[in-house]
C-alpha cells in the first residue's frame, strides 16, 4: 500500500486523485491533503478520509511533505508556487507525482539536480503518455517526441479572427475541463509551450525533436517516433484518472480506472500541423527553453501576469504572447541558477508585465 499525500486537493486534479483512491483502498492510503485557500473544502475531505494531517496555502503545504511520512506525493499545485513543494518532496525522498508544471520548468536544473532517477512520474497526460510510449525502447533508439494538442477553442482561426476574443471565449475548451489559467493557457497554446519545456526537462531530449501536432479529437495523447521509423503512441479516452492513477502507483496500472476506447464503432481521428502563425507560443517557449537559466521561468511569470490583466479585461487576448515576447526580450539572467535568483526573475517579470501591460 502506497501512502500518498495530495498537493492542490480541492483542484480538478486533486479532486480526481481522490475519487482513485476512494476506488482502490487497499492499494492507497491519504495521509496528508493541503490546499490553496478552500479551508471549507479542504476540511470536508480531511473529514471524508479520515486525514488528520493538512495544510493551507504553500509554505504550510512545504511543511506537510517535509513532516509527514508518505511514499508519493502528488502536486497539483497550480503555479510556479508550487517549485518548493516540488523540492521539498525530492529531498524528502518521496516519489514526486507531477501535475505541476511550472516547477519543473521554473527550477529547471535545480528541480532535476534534486531528483533520483525515475524519482518524477509526469502526471499531466501527455507527458504520462510519453513515459508509457519510452517504455518501448531506449533512450538512444528515441528520434522524436511528439506532443499531441487539442487545438483550443480557436483551432483554425488566424490572428486577424482573433482580435475581439472575449474571456468566456478562452474558457470554452472543447475537451477538459480546468481552471481559469489553464484553460486560457490552453487556448493560447502557452500551456503546450510549457508542456514542450517540461518534455525536454524529464526526458533528455533535444528541443528541435520535439514536435507538437494539432489532434483535436484528444485520444491520442503522445507519442514517440524511433529510430527504425516505428511510432508508439498512448491512447484512451480523456480521462485525468488515467494518467493520476499511474503517477500514484507508477509504473503499475491500476484496474477499472478508466474507460476503454470503443473499437466496434467507427471513429475517425485527425492530425493537424501547429500554425506557428496563430499561435507562436510554441515556438517562443522552445527559445525560452534553449536559453535556459531563468528564461522559462520568465516566461511563465509573464503569461500568468498577462492572463490575469486579459480576464480583468486590462489586455487583448493576442496580447498575451506579445507580451511575454517583450519581457522574455528585456531580461537578464543572473550569473548563477539559485532558488533566490529565480525569485528575484519571477518578481521582475512580473514586475515588467505589468509596465507592458498598463501601456496598451
Known amino acids: 500500500m502506497r501512502r500518498i499525500i495530495v498537493l492542490g486537493s480541492t483542484g480538478s486534479i486533486g479532486t480526481q486523485a481522490l475519487d482513485v483512491i476512494r476506488a482502490n483502498p487497499r492499494r492507497f492510503e491519504l495521509v496528508g491533503l493541503a490546499a490553496g485557500s478552500n479551508a471549507e473544502m479542504l476540511a470536508e475531505q480531511a473529514a471524508a478520509f479520515h486525514v488528520e494531517d493538512t495544510a493551507l496555502g504553500a509554505t504550510e503545504a512545504e511543511q506537510l511533505v517535509r513532516d509527514v511520512d508518505a511514499d508519493v506525493v502528488l502536486n497539483a499545485i497550480t503555479g510556479s508556487i508550487g517549485l518548493g513543494s516540488t523540492l521539498a518532496a525530492l529531498t524528502a525522498g518521496r516519489t514526486l507525482a507531477l501535475a505541476n508544471k511550472e516547477s519543473l520548468i521554473v527550477g529547471g536544473e535545480l528541480v532535476l539536480a534534486a531528483a533520483k532517477r525515475d524519482q518524477i512520474v509526469p502526471v499531466d497526460s501527455e507527458h504520462s503518455a510519453l513515459a508509457q510510449a519510452l517504455r518501448s525502447g531506449t533512450h ?42 489553464v484553460t486560457t493557457n490552453s487556448a493560447t497554446l502557452v500551456n503546450k509551450g510549457l508542456e514542450v519545456i517540461e518534455a525536454h526537462l524529464l526526458f533528455d531530449v533535444p528541443y528541435d525533436d520535439i514536435d507538437v501536432v494539432v489532434h483535436p479529437q484528444s485520444i491520442v495523447h503522445s507519442m514517440v517516433e524511433f529510430v527504425d521509423g516505428s511510432t508508439i503512441a498512448q491512447a484512451s479516452p480523456p480521462d485525468m484518472r488515467l494518467p493520476i492513477s499511474l503517477g500514484l502507483d507508477w509504473p503499475n496500472r491500476v484496474g ?22 496563430a499561435f507562436p507560443a510554441v515556438d517562443l517557449a522552445k527559445s525560452a527553453g534553449r536559453a535556459g537559466s531563468t528564461f522559462p521561468a ?41 532558488v533566490e535568483s529565480l525569485a528575484e526573475a519571477e518578481g521582475w517579470a512580473r514586475r515588467k508585465a505589468d509596465q507592458l501591460i498598463a501601456q496598451v
Do not use: K
Open 140 to 181: 538512444a533508439e528515441v528520434r522524436r517526441l511528439v506532443v499531441t494538442a487539442s487545438g483550443g477553442p480557436f483551432r483554425g482561426r488566424t490572428r486577424e479572427q482573433m482580435l475581439d476574443i472575449t474571456p468566456q471565449e478562452a474558457l470554452a475548451h472543447p475537451t477538459w475541463d480546468m481552471g481559469r489559467m
Open 298 to 338: 520568465v516566461y511563465n511569470a509573464a503569461n500568468e501576469q498577462a492572463v490575469d490583466a486579459f480576464h480583468e479585461g486590462r489586455l487583448p487576448f493576442l496580447a498575451i504572447v506579445e507580451t511575454i515576447a517583450r519581457v522574455i526580450e528585456a531580461h537578464e539572467p543572473p550569473q548563477s541558477l539559485t
Open 256 to 277: 477499472g480506472v478508466g474507460r476503454p476506447l470503443d473499437w466496434s464503432t467507427a471513429t475517425s481521428w485527425t492530425f493537424e500541423p501547429l500554425d506557428d502563425t
